[in-house]
């Protein structure tokens, strides 16, 4: 029971920090405004652990690799914390483990990206609905809109409602259910 509930946080605690990591990748990505107050936050929350890694792992080509390494990193101790509280016998395993939770690791944090953005783009959707003019928008479009541009050539609108949102949806969707999954169970069936 208690080894349920340290899984429960430390995936929660994880995956949220890993989440904030990946925001900050995609926001120096798309070039979002960081004088926006959501910005702001989550560069405070990440700082800490983005700025002494840019020191060792320098950014190229325009990607902050330091973020992508930090939230690969996150997601890894979460796997194999995970796996050790699921009493998972590492010492029996040997090295062959290690490769595995690497991918492990890598597969979630893609996992975790294709949830961020169903979740940015419904954040966008309901606040289109609700209140444009919140100063989170201005974050969400410039996030959500490299996605959903290519989609609008695409998809036509009808009767003046954008049907690229829910299109991006099931995109995400059967790329979480076909080669992520398809990787994933690979994975897990060489330990």
């Known amino acids: 029971m208690i080894a349920g509930a340290l899984t429960f946080l430390i995936q929660t605690l994880g995956n949220l920090f890993v989440i904030a990591v990946l925001l900050r990748f995609m926001m120096q990505l798309y070039r979002v405004p960081f004088r926006n107050p959501f ?4 560069v405070a929350v ?4 983005v700025k002494p890694l840019r020191r060792v792992v320098p950014g190229l080509y325009g990607l902050d690799w330091a973020c ?5 990193l996150v997601e890894l101790a979460v796997v194999t914390a995970s796996y050790w ?5 590492f ?3 040997g090295g062959k483990v290690w490769p595995v939770m690497l991918g492990l690791a890598a597969v ?7 949830y961020m953005i169903i979740g940015l783009t419904l954040v966008r959707a309901v606040l289109s609905w609700v209140n444009a003019n919140t100063p ?33 949806f099931i995109l995400c969707q059967l790329i979480l259910m076909v080669p992520v999954l398809a990787i994933e169970r690979a994975l897990l069936g060489a330990l």
Do not use: C, K
């Open 136 to 168: 989170l928008m201005p974050v969400v479009y410039e996030l959500t809109e490299p996605f959903l541009r290519p989609l609008r050539r695409i998809v036509p609108m009808i009767g003046q409602v954008d049907l690229t949102p829910l299109v991006l």
């Open 85 to 89: 509280l699921d009493g998972f016998p």
């Open 39 to 42: 910005s702001q936050f989550i």
């Open 68 to 72: 992508l390494l930090l939230a690969w």
């Open 108 to 114: 979630r944090l893609i996992s975790l990206t294709v």
């Open 91 to 93: 010492a029996l395993a």
């Open 46 to 49: 990440t700082d800490f652990a």
